[in-house]
């Protein structure tokens, strides 16, 4: 059964750093797009990165340009986020999400994970 488990979240203040982990299982990374999405309290979900099968193609949300990168290591079917330079509008619940075909800023992903929480304040 395909899963996905974020990790890494927590309590960071402004400027500081974190690294989520989306550690997936019943999939092979090199065949699923893979995005990382936020929900803010009171807020819609809005994707964040969004990364394709091979992962030589990525691309962010103009909020996090610069400050997020996403990777992957096949190897360990795991999927991250360095996030760098946060602010408190960073706060929000992080979430991973798979598609066999192709990545979009959208709800259409085929698989979701549960989430993990990022508080950024002082």
């Known amino acids: 059964q395909l899963q996905l488990v974020e990790s890494g979240g927590g309590l960071v203040q402004p400027g500081g750093s974190l690294r989520l982990s989306c550690t997936a299982s019943?999939?092979?990374?090199?065949?699923?797009?893979i995005g990382w999405f936020r929900q803010a309290p009171g807020k819609e979900r809005e994707g964040v990165s969004c990364?394709?099968?091979?992962?030589?193609?990525?691309t962010y949300a103009d909020s996090v340009k610069g400050r997020f990168t996403a990777s992957k290591d096949n190897a360990k079917i795991t999927v991250y986020l360095q996030m760098n330079s946060l602010k408190p509008e960073d706060t929000a619940v992080y979430y991973c999400?798979?598609?066999?075909?192709?990545?979009?800023?959208?709800?259409?992903?085929?698989?979701w994970g549960k989430g993990t929480l990022v508080t950024v304040s002082s």
């Open positions: 999400a798979a598609d066999k075909d192709y990545c979009s800023f959208s709800e259409a992903m085929d698989h």
């Open positions: 019943g999939l092979s990374l090199d065949r699923y797009a």
């Open positions: 990364m394709s099968a091979s992962g030589r193609s990525i």
